[in-house]
């Protein structure tokens, strides 16, 4: 195959899901700045999600947060299904939310409240059928159990109660559906979180059964760590089941993407295409973003994030996987390393503008956008609304 011919190949089959809160107003926890455009309702979230798919054309699908998107639950799913439809997408991940009400102040599964344990489990086999009605495949679950105190938390007895929740759930599943487990070492708790790694997220995923798969967020762990080991073994055990995508400095700082260490990304990408290539096997990842825009405008930064995003998977394709092989088995270092630097260095966008002109879409996604008019026309209509919303930290 030609270069041209894997990066159109690589093209067609990319597709990154948008999560519902990266539109709306989101912040820090000293507080949030208002974007006079910033979407209030799940029906603005959706419509703003659509305008994204619109001008890339691989943003199909958006998670949604079942507290924040669908407060009536099983209620409010036929009607936002239908209309993310006439929109031109379709409902992504289930995530329940077991982390905001205030029964969850000592943990969801893990809390030792059997009644707090079993809302948890009970909103999250809510979330199963709201994924079945929502006509969407995954529920994706993160949970912000832990403690802040040595001493204060029982850790295996909380991991019990983890294998017996989670177990719960997938008893609950339908065939088709699939459960993500998600892992992050910190925050909101600071002394131990339940689920701290993908170590963690791969034995609770064994244990609740069949249909569990881990998550990597990629800002979910300490620095230094190497994420793309972590994917070639969760690959390797046919146990990777999505991402969330962000870039990072520090923390779980939910950065544009690419925007601090587009080669990580990069690096992420090939492992899952040297995979490929290795085994013949396309494994069955749902990449989606999880990002919070609280300073650069909204619908932009997720353009901006799915076009980087496209740039990087495109690379990734173009590493000579043959050569790359050759090199390793041979030991040259050199050679190996080069090989995979070549790949990343080379200017995808030319050949993904001819992409999208082949597909009615726009050349240059962001500008088109710019130039729709649809920014200044959201933002008249909800900046009142928005002005009215309340942001303070104490
Ligand atoms: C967490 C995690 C989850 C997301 C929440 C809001 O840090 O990344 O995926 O749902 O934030
Ligand atoms: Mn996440
Ligand atoms: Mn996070």
């Known amino acids: 195959m030609s270069r041209e011919e894997i990066v159109f190949s690589a093209l067609d089959r990319f597709r990154i899901e948008l999560p519902s809160w990266g539109f709306a107003n989101t912040g820090t926890r000293f507080g949030k700045f208002l974007q006079p455009a910033a979407a209030i309702t799940t029906e603005e979230k959706l419509a703003d999600a659509a305008q994204v798919h619109a001008f890339t054309g691989c943003c199909p699908t958006v998670a949604v947060h079942v507290l924040w998107d669908f407060p009536n639950g099983l209620e409010d799913v036929a009607l936002l299904r239908s209309y993310a439809a006439s929109l031109g997408i379709g409902i992504g991940a289930i995530n329940p939310n077991i982390f905001q009400d205030q029964i969850y102040k000592h943990g969801s599964l893990g809390s030792p409240d059997s009644l707090v344990r079993k809302a948890a489990l009970d909103h999250i086999v809510d979330s199963i059928a709201i994924a079945e009605a929502a006509g969407s495949r995954d529920i994706s679950l993160w949970f912000a159990d832990g403690s802040n105190f040595p001493g204060s938390a029982n850790i295996r007895q909380r991991r019990k109660w983890f294998i017996e929740g989670l177990k719960a759930a997938h008893a609950r599943m339908t065939p088709g559906q699939r459960m993500l487990v998600e ?15 993908w170590g963690m997220a791969l034995l609770l995923a064994r244990a609740a059964g069949p249909q569990a798969k881990v998550l990597v967020d990629t800002g979910h762990h300490y620095q230094a760590q190497n994420i793309e080991q972590i994917v070639a073994w969760l690959l390797a055990e046919d146990m990777l089941g999505g991402f969330h995508f962000n870039d990072r400095r520090y923390a779980d700082d939910d ?32 990449y989606t973003v999880d990002q919070s825009h609280n300073l650069k405008p ?21 590493v000579d996987h043959a050569a790359l092989a050759r090199f390793q088995g041979g030991s040259s270092l050199i050679d ?17 503008a001819e992409w999208r002109r082949g597909r009615g879409l726009p050349e240059n996604p962001l500008a088109a956008f710019r130039e729709s008019g649809y920014a200044e026309r959201i933002a008249r209509d909800r900046a009142e609304r928005n002005a009215a919303a309340a942001s303070t930290y104490a």
């Open 298 to 318: 909204k619908i932009e930064e997720m353009i901006q994030t799915a076009t980087t995003a496209q740039e990087l998977y495109a690379k990734a394709c173009l």
């Open 255 to 286: 950065l544009t993407l690419g925007s601090i260490d587009p080669y990580g990304a990069f690096r992420i990408f090939h492992e899952i295409c040297f995979y490929e290539w290795e085994t013949g096997r396309a494994p069955d990842i749902v």
């Open 183 to 197: 892992y992050k070492p910190f925050e909101p708790a600071f002394y131990h979180t339940d689920i701290a790694d």
């Open 336 to 352: 190996a390393e080069e090989c995979l630097k070549a790949a990343f260095s080379t200017d995808v966008r030319p050949v993904l």
